[in-house]
């Protein structure tokens, strides 16, 4: 039964009427035009609908949105600030990590939850981070190679 749930999603309160086990995936489709998380399989194992939950990587197919009060969201939408994108989301393009792009705003957004438990993860810790997110392209060597890029320039911000 649709009930009020208020969620904050890019630091921004929204009230939304809905079933409190509807999958927040399609609330923030839906209801808040953003688009950015994708819907893949709906079993929460490609990861293109990955969010931020409480700043931990999560699928947004699988968590039921009255499971996500108080705790803050962030979607790809959210990440760019004052016009410029997160280190993360420029590495992609400056490393070409991507090419149908699908599953890039997944891979983007479980990459800032890795760097922010991990600033220098290697390379293969990356790839193991990366493993529920599937790039049916081939671009994993780039996308590795972004990770990567995006820690060095997080760490020269934070001198």
Request: charged share 20%; with cysteine; glycine share 10%.
């Given at each position: 039964?649709?009930?009020?749930?208020?969620?904050?999603?890019?630091g921004?309160?929204?009230?939304?009427?809905?079933?409190?086990?509807?999958?927040?995936?399609?609330?923030?489709?839906?209801?808040?035009?953003?688009?950015?998380s994708?819907?893949?399989?709906?079993?929460?194992?490609?990861?293109?609908c990955?969010?931020?939950?409480?700043?931990?990587p999560?699928?947004?197919?699988?968590?039921?949105?009255?499971?996500?009060?108080?705790?803050?969201?962030?979607?790809?939408?959210?990440?760019?600030?004052?016009?410029?994108?997160?280190?993360?989301?420029?590495?992609?393009?400056?490393?070409?990590?991507?090419q149908?792009?699908?599953?890039?705003?997944?891979?983007?957004?479980?990459?800032?939850g890795?760097?922010?438990?991990?600033?220098?993860?290697?390379?293969?810790?990356?790839?193991?981070?990366?493993?529920?997110?599937?790039?049916?392209?081939?671009?994993?060597?780039?996308?590795?190679?972004?990770?990567?890029?995006?820690?060095?320039?997080?760490?020269?911000?934070?001198?």
């Open positions: 039964m649709p009930t009020v749930i208020e969620i904050e999603v890019n921004k309160r929204y009230p939304v009427q809905y079933d409190p086990e509807t999958p927040l995936l399609y609330v923030l489709r839906d209801e808040l035009g953003l688009t950015g994708k819907y893949g399989c709906g079993e929460g194992q490609c990861g293109s990955t969010v931020l939950l409480g700043g931990q999560r699928r947004s197919c699988q968590i039921p949105v009255g499971a996500t009060v108080g705790k803050p969201i962030t979607t790809i939408e959210g990440l760019e600030k004052d016009g410029r994108l997160h280190p993360v989301q420029q590495a992609f393009i400056d490393s070409g990590a991507f149908c792009a699908y599953c890039t705003p997944g891979m983007i957004m479980s990459s800032v890795l760097l922010q438990s991990d600033a220098n993860p290697s390379p293969a810790e990356i790839v193991q981070f990366l493993q529920g997110n599937i790039c049916r392209c081939g671009a994993h060597p780039r996308i590795v190679e972004a990770v990567q890029r995006a820690a060095k320039i997080m760490q020269e911000r934070a001198r």
